[in-house]
């Protein structure tokens, strides 16, 4: 059986509320438990079947949270940061909670798929190298490809600090972009591996994590709730074996 929690910390999980705007809230009478108003933030309650309602909001208890964005040019994958956006900073207000973070970064001027959670367990999985996960990416290059670039990537890129990158999936979509598939992050990766090959990186999407896909209804910044389905599908590989 789920353990009981105090009421306080299980509002302030769910929420962007803090602990004190939850105890001035409580003594306003604004936070009703089962229907009946509360008297104490830090009374015991069971988070899976009571009933949390804040300032006429019913809060549905979830223990974490699994977000899709199509990340826009301009902000930061980071949770919060004193001077830039943050990818968490621009999630719609009731979507916000405690402890979100991205998991795995892409660059500030990289668009496409994010995964925004509070899960931790699910990000170490889906970004250790050693789960294969693979990232898709759609890079536009500064001049047409070379069969002796996607050779490169398929045979394991080893940058000048001698950094080695396992072995990638290349496929060149058109004259001079390319969809390229790694389970690792680097950082900067496929914009060093294009450097490497003595490419620049003009434009960079990335549209699949595993066999998740970018929903392309998501425009650039919105964001939306994955399903159940979706989150194991990080999980799934029908990738061959390099
Ligand atoms: N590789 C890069 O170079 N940049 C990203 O944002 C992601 C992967």
Redesign the pocket.
Known sequence: MKELERLDKVISTQTSYSRKDIKRMVRAGDVLLNGKTCKSSDIKINPEKDTITVMGEEIGYKKYVYYMMNKPKGVLSASNDKNVTTVVDILPEHMKRKNLFPAG???KD?TGLLIITDDGDFAHRMLSPNKKVY?H?VATLDKALTKEVKEEFESGIVFGDGTVCQKAYFDKISDNVALVK?CE?KF?????MFSHCGYT?LE?K?IQIGELRLDEGLSLSQSREMTKEEMCSVFDSKMTKM
Do not use: E, F, P, S
């Not at 900067?188 to 060093?192: L, W």
């Open positions: 970064r892409l660059d990289t990232k990416y790694i992050g900067h990766q496929v914009k060093k990186v960079l990335r």
